[in-house]
């Protein structure tokens, strides 16, 4: 709840930037929010998720608690500031138009962007909020938060994979 | 069968069926997006919300049949669930009107988002309710 006026902010100058159709700020919004959102995407996937898996059920508890509410705040912020910024920039500079020499490359960008939603929205959150309700009881049930924190190790490869393509694609239409 | 702690019964697929909803909505939102800006044909677009549109419904109705669910539990996370996917859908829809998208082409967008407003909090809501004391 603390945090929410920092994302109001932000969604505020991002209002801005794109209401002044002004290059230099949908560039930073979208590079900013696009570089935060495949690193963290990735660290979490690769480097946190395996050690959280490795802790103790009372440590992943723990961690969990503390972890899950600010990724349920900081990940929707940062999805919404970069494909918003990222259509406008990609109209102001003409890559969104199907003349475009490199129309598939953006295509492409929105696929993986749809299978990276389909499964942060219908599968990850659902169990985020799961586990975060399961922890605020008195007697929290470990094998259920167990079960539920293994959706992310599932997932975890495809969303790593699809960041991965982000990526490949997002620098060759740069350099188209 | 309804004496059992929710989290141990056999519940519909209301989850699967509300990605599916979700994932053809976002299916349509892509085609949309690469058609649109050159004019191209929203039939397949409103093909695909209409389908997701059934999908949901029948979800809806799986949901609103499960006895003793945990409605509290789902109402909570369903309401702030609404007002967070309202205010990304808001943006999403302020970005194109102010790329002057208008007619028909506006409109298949402003359902779709709607839809996508609509189909995210039943699925935060019913992935906490199944696991709550009904």
Redesign the interface.
Known sequence: MRLLPVVAVV?AA??WA??ADHLWGLTFFHVAGGGLWTGIDLFVGFVVGPIIGRMSIPARMEFSSRFMPMMLLVM?TL??VT??SG??LA?KVGT????YPG?WW??AS??VV?VM??IA???L???N??VL??MNKPQPDGV?IGRLMRRFTYTAGIMGVMQVATLIIMTRVATW | MTGLPL?DRRLPPV?LL??LA??LV??G??YL???M??G?SLVPGVLLLCAATVVLAIAVVMLVRIPDFAWG?FRT?AFWGLL?YL??AG??A???I??GTRGQSLLLTLLMLLAFAAV?PL??A???A???EQ
């Open positions: 969604l991002l209002v794109m209401v929707p999805v919404t494909l918003a259509w406008q109209r969104l138009s199907p003349y129309h953006i295509v929105f696929i749809g939603a389909t929205i219908g599968i959150e659902p169990a909020l799961a309700f399961e259920l | 989290r989850d509300g990605t979700m994932a976002i299916t939102g892509i997006a690469s058609v800006p050159g191209g539990p996370v967070a205010v990304v943006m999403i302020f970005a194109f102010l790329d995210v699925l935060l019913f992935g906490v199944r696991y709550q």
